[in-house]
């Protein structure tokens, strides 16, 4: 049976869809931007600070879900700009043990929701 978890201290979902759903153990997260959810602000001083509170974003929902990064299965990462890829890597780096790291593909699109830089889209399991 499919759950419903929102993460009470998550930044706003910005459309007509929750934080994650669950099944069978698997857990899907909707794409996170840098929302900041202690005033809704877009954090986009520069792409390691706004990699940085996707990452908080994240975070947040995997708490609510009772797991963590460890349990990360696979991270989808879009990006307006392809020369930020080693600054992205960067920050992703500190969230995940290289020898653990789950799956992922980074793309480049032409636009993100709010005209964002980056946005991370993650599947965890139990």
Same mark, same amino acid.
């Given at each position: 049976?499919?759950?419903?978890?929102?993460?009470?201290?998550?930044?706003?979902?910005?459309?007509?869809?929750?934080?994650?759903?669950?099944?069978?153990?698997?857990?899907?997260?909707?794409?996170?931007?840098?929302? &900041?959810? $202690?005033?809704?602000?877009? #954090?986009? +001083?520069?792409?390691? *600070? =706004?990699?940085?509170?996707?990452?908080?974003?994240?975070?947040?929902?995997?708490?609510?879900?009772?797991?963590?990064?460890?349990?990360?299965?696979?991270?989808?990462?879009?990006?307006?700009?392809?020369? &930020?890829? $080693?600054?992205?890597?960067? #920050?992703? +780096?500190?969230?995940? *043990? =290289?020898?653990?790291?789950?799956?992922?593909?980074?793309?480049?699109?032409?636009?993100?929701?709010?005209?964002?830089?980056?946005?991370?889209?993650?599947?965890?399991?139990?």
């Amino acid at each position: 049976m499919k759950k419903i978890v929102n993460a009470t201290n998550g930044a706003p979902p910005v459309g007509p869809y929750n934080h994650s759903t669950n099944f069978n153990g698997m857990i899907f997260l909707s794409g996170q931007i840098a929302i &900041n959810p $202690e005033n809704g602000e877009l #954090v986009t +001083a520069n792409i390691e *600070d =706004e990699t940085h509170q996707v990452m908080k974003n994240i975070k947040s929902i995997l708490d609510a879900n009772g797991v963590g990064f460890e349990n990360v299965l696979k991270c989808s990462i879009f990006v307006k700009d392809m020369a &930020n890829y $080693e600054r992205i890597n960067a #920050v992703y +780096a500190t969230y995940f *043990d =290289e020898k653990t790291a789950p799956a992922r593909e980074l793309v480049e699109v032409c636009t993100l929701p709010k005209n964002v830089n980056i946005e991370i889209s993650t599947i965890a399991c139990k």
